[in-house]
């Protein structure tokens, strides 16, 4: 009789465990975490004046999970301190993958944005994932069983503090025009910003914390180009900073996750600090402001358990044209970037077929009724962020970026007109507007989830 491996016997429990019956009363939560970092020697994401390959790890990149149960249904809530999420075809086999081992039923990952991780293609030339993004796919999933496999009943609370660690890059002239702001170390103030750091914190059915979860708006580029090695950057140390305080707090050992918001035109006040001028530092700084404003308002938070437990979500998909015209942008990319330009928008730059229309996921969550999700598929802008909070028909409005896909830059309507990096460039080349049309399908999900739209005329007497 063959001798099965200790480690299939312990994957093959898990699977079980994580498939197991749907049946359990109230609300359920379950936390993993799993390293991500691939070896050195690959292509790294997010600066185009960057062809060096990675050289090493200064800290490594973990996904983070969380999975909730209710009514029945399951959502994986997965962050990676990467760049972006995988490609279409790799969330797909993932998501389908999930609801047969875990039982999933509404996958949203999304990325920290990190600039000092691995490239992530939408598409590759040998038409397949390279072998540290199948193998960090396969860690995702186990990651998700292993959460699964420890489902327990779970209490909610959230609340709300400010950091102050980033600007506004795009800086509006008098006379309409827009200039790039790309480094503010001087902390000179900028508007619009969002400095609201959201807290959603998980507990045990005793009162101890199980995960917090962060939101706020910054891009994590506090390395610039000549950083070779991998890292989380900011978020990683706020990660950190977390879950020592809020631990060391409670005795517990929660797991802290990062939700990126609208940066879409949000720097750290030190972005892109040589390592000589003190990067690792400068990013040290960045990330304790933020997690030890994170960590205070967890602590404060009074978690409850939900009186009646519900999950719904919905994943819409949304079709936008493509912004420019097919062939001037093609020609336009190819002459800044070369061969490079392929590596980011291959699909809109294929000359016999180039793409005209973009599939676009909104994703909306509503958690007990109370604690609302919106997920986009990219780098929206801050001002989505505060429209969301503002529109959201409950008080705890969580808006999280870069989510269950990747299509660049998501201006706001002023800011496609006024121009600049983002606004009106290759970067963003989704119709004007989409943003909009966007969150208000979020916000429209939303009523509809608490029953608040018509369904049918004689509903309106």
Same mark, same amino acid.
């Given at each position: 009789?063959?001798?099965?491996?200790?480690?299939?016997?312990?994957?093959?429990?898990?699977m079980?465990?994580?498939?197991?019956?749907?049946?359990?009363?109230?609300?359920?939560?379950?936390?993993?975490?799993?390293?991500?970092?691939?070896?050195?020697?690959?292509?790294?994401?997010?600066?185009?004046?960057?062809?060096?390959?990675? &050289?090493?790890?200064? $800290? %490594?990149?973990?996904?983070?999970?969380?999975?909730?149960? /209710?009514? #029945? !249904?399951? *959502? =994986?809530?997965v962050?990676?301190?990467?760049?972006?999420?995988?490609?279409?075809?790799?969330?797909?086999?993932?998501?389908?993958?999930?609801?047969?081992?875990?039982?999933?039923?509404?996958?949203?990952?999304?990325?920290?944005?990190?600039?000092?991780?691995?490239?992530?293609?939408?598409?590759?030339?040998?038409?397949?994932?390279?072998?540290?993004?199948a193998?960090?796919?396969?860690?995702?999933?186990?990651?998700?069983?292993?959460?699964?496999?420890h489902?327990?009943?779970?209490?909610?609370?959230?609340?709300?503090?400010?950091?102050?660690?980033?600007?506004?890059?795009?800086?509006?002239?008098?006379?309409?025009?827009?200039?790039?702001?790309w480094?503010?170390?001087?902390?000179?103030? &900028?508007?619009?910003? $969002? %400095?609201?750091?959201?807290?959603?914190?998980?507990?045990? /059915?005793? #009162? !101890?914390? *199980? =995960?917090?979860?962060?939101?706020?708006?910054?891009?994590?580029?506090?390395?610039?180009?000549?950083?070779?090695?991998?890292?989380?950057?900011?978020?990683?140390?706020?990660?950190?900073t977390?879950?020592?305080?809020?631990?060391?707090?409670?005795?517990?050992?929660?797991?802290?996750?990062?939700?990126?918001?609208?940066?879409?035109?949000?720097?750290?006040?030190?972005?892109?600090?040589?390592?000589?001028?003190?990067?690792?530092?400068?990013?040290?700084?960045?990330?304790?402001?933020l997690?030890?404003?994170?960590?205070?308002?967890?602590?404060?938070?009074?978690?409850?358990?939900?009186?009646?437990?519900?999950?719904?979500?919905?994943?819409d998909?949304?079709?936008?044209?493509?912004?420019?015209?097919?062939?001037?942008?093609?020609?336009?990319?190819?002459?800044?970037?070369?061969?490079?330009?392929?590596?980011?928008? =291959?699909?809109?730059?294929?000359g016999?077929?180039?793409?005209?229309?973009?599939?676009?996921?909104?994703?909306?969550v509503?958690?007990?009724?109370?604690?609302?999700l919106?997920?986009?598929?990219?780098?929206?802008?801050?001002?989505?962020?505060?429209?969301?909070?503002?529109?959201?028909?409950?008080?705890?409005?969580f808006?999280?970026g870069?989510?269950?896909?990747?299509?660049?830059?998501?201006?706001?309507?002023?800011?496609?007109?006024?121009?600049?990096?983002?606004?009106?460039?290759?970067?963003?080349?989704?119709?004007?507007?989409?943003?909009?049309?966007?969150?208000?399908?979020?916000?429209?999900?939303?009523?509809?989830?608490?029953?608040?739209?018509?369904?049918?005329?004689?509903?309106?007497?």
């Open positions: 009789m063959p001798r099965i491996s200790s480690l299939a016997r312990n994957a093959f429990m898990l079980i465990l994580a498939i197991g019956p749907l049946c359990g009363a109230g609300f359920k939560a379950g936390v993993a975490k799993v390293d991500i970092t691939p070896l050195p020697g690959l292509p790294m994401y997010g600066y185009f004046d960057r062809t060096q390959l990675a &050289t090493g790890t200064l $800290d %490594p990149l973990y996904a983070r999970v969380v999975v909730l149960e /209710a009514e #029945g !249904k399951r *959502l =994986a809530l962050t990676l301190d990467l760049g972006r999420v995988f490609g279409p075809a790799s969330l797909a086999s993932l998501r389908e993958r999930l609801a047969k081992t875990s039982g999933i039923s509404l996958l949203l990952i999304t990325a920290s944005h990190t600039h000092s991780g691995p490239n992530i293609l939408d598409e590759y030339p040998s038409r397949r994932p390279p072998s540290w993004e193998t960090d796919l396969d860690k995702i999933a186990g990651a998700v069983a292993e959460a699964c496999a489902l327990a009943e779970a209490r909610l609370g959230t609340g709300y503090g400010r950091a102050y660690i980033g600007y506004n890059r795009r800086r509006v002239l008098p006379d309409g025009t827009v200039t790039m702001f480094t503010n170390p001087d902390k000179i103030p &900028t508007s619009p910003v $969002d %400095p609201t750091v959201s807290v959603l914190r998980i507990d045990t /059915a005793a #009162g !101890k914390p *199980l =995960a917090v979860l962060v939101n706020y708006a910054c891009h994590p580029v506090v390395f610039g180009p000549d950083n070779l090695q991998y890292s989380a950057d900011y978020v990683g140390v706020m990660a950190r977390v879950e020592e305080a809020v631990g060391g707090a409670s005795g517990g050992s929660p797991l802290c996750l990062f939700l990126q918001g609208g940066d879409g035109d949000i720097n750290p006040y030190y972005a892109t600090t040589s390592l000589a001028d003190g990067a690792i530092k400068k990013r040290d700084w960045t990330g304790e402001q997690g030890a404003e994170a960590a205070r308002v967890a602590t404060t938070i009074n978690t409850v358990s939900a009186t009646q437990p519900s999950l719904q979500f919905t994943e998909i949304m079709t936008f044209p493509v912004r420019w015209d097919a062939q001037k942008f093609r020609q336009g990319m190819l002459a800044t970037y070369g061969q490079r330009a392929y590596e980011d928008h =291959a699909d809109l730059l294929n016999d077929n180039p793409r005209r229309e973009l599939s676009v996921p909104v994703t909306t509503l958690i007990n009724r109370t604690i609302a919106a997920g986009l598929p990219g780098e929206p802008f801050v001002d989505f962020q505060t429209d969301w909070r503002r529109r959201c028909p409950v008080r705890d409005a808006f999280v870069y989510a269950n896909g990747y299509l660049d830059y998501f201006p706001t309507i002023r800011a496609a007109a006024e121009g600049g990096y983002g606004g009106a460039d290759s970067d963003t080349y989704i119709a004007v507007g989409a943003g909009e049309r966007m969150l208000d399908q979020a916000v429209m999900r939303i009523y509809d989830m608490l029953g608040r739209l018509a369904d049918k005329p004689e509903d309106l007497k």
